[in-house]
T-cell receptor
Framework: GIQVEQSPPDLILQEGANSTLRCNFS?????LQWFHQNPWGQLINLFY???GTKQNGRLSATTVATERYSLLYISSSQTTDSGVYFC???????????FGSGTRLSIRP | GAVVSQHPSWVICKSGTSVKIECRSL??????MFWYRQFPKQSLMLMAT?????????EQGVEKDKFLINHASLTLSTLTVTSAHPEDSSFYIC???????????FGPGTRLTVL
């Protein structure tokens, strides 16, 4: 099955800093989503981005499908950005998605 | 739009009892629903995929007789943990998608503790 790797596993930053999170996947995909899991466990949809670039406020994402990676950019980090960021991908023949191991982001005031 | 709810948000039960968790899509028709479990500080692991009116498809290693899934309508799926044991304690999360869309939308999760 498709493999998903996220890096870095942990990231500690000061408030106001920028960060880049990476997601590598092993096969072609028809679905790629980025999520933020808050401290209560809720998964918040950030982007549905199987290809191309999207922006939403301080967050943006780029997926280069031909090179099998996606990047999530967070600018001007705030303490509320803390939590775990997951990338999840779906292959071309199935509707299910496979989660990466996540990046745990801690923003210090 | 695309709101998914779960009930209960947390449950504590005695070993040997059964627990039912509900997953509802509130503002769209969920042709497919998914059930995941997540252990502390780990990622989400898919347990099963259910399509409305069909039997669920379970991932390898997931006991279908222990984790009963019903998807009887386009807005409701249920997961029943039968004869629960302490090792079943986990965070259970559902998601839903609709026909023609790949994007999944997730419920808030149910924290199960089996004593």
């Amino acid at each position: 099955g498709i493999q998903v790797e996220q890096s870095p596993p942990d990231l500690i930053l000061q408030e106001g800093a920028n960060s880049t999170l990476r997601c590598n996947f092993s096969d072609s995909v028809n679905n790629l989503q980025w999520f933020h899991q808050n401290p209560w466990g809720q998964l918040i949809n950030l982007f549905y981005i199987p290809s191309g670039t999207k922006q939403n406020g301080r967050l943006s994402a780029t997926t280069v499908a031909t090179e099998r990676y996606s990047l999530l950019y967070i600018s001007s980090s705030q303490t509320t950005d803390s939590g775990v960021y997951f990338c999840a991908v779906g292959g071309s023949s199935a509707s299910k998605i496979i989660f990466g191991s996540g990046t745990r982001l801690s923003i210090r005031p | 739009g695309a709101v998914v709810s779960q009930h209960p948000s947390w449950v504590i039960c005695k070993s040997g009892t059964s627990v039912k968790i509900e997953c509802r899509s509130l503002d769209f028709q969920a042709t497919t629903m998914f059930w995941y479990r997540q252990f502390p500080k780990q990622s989400l692991m898919l347990m099963a995929t259910s399509n409305e009116g069909s039997k669920a498809t379970y991932e390898q290693g997931v006991e279908k007789d222990k984790f009963l899934i019903n998807h009887a309508s386009l807005t409701l799926s249920t997961l029943t943990v039968t004869s629960a044991h302490p090792e079943d304690s986990s965070f259970y999360i559902c998601s839903a998608t609709t026909s023609g869309r790949n994007e999944q939308f997730f419920g808030p999760g149910t924290r199960l503790t089996v004593l």
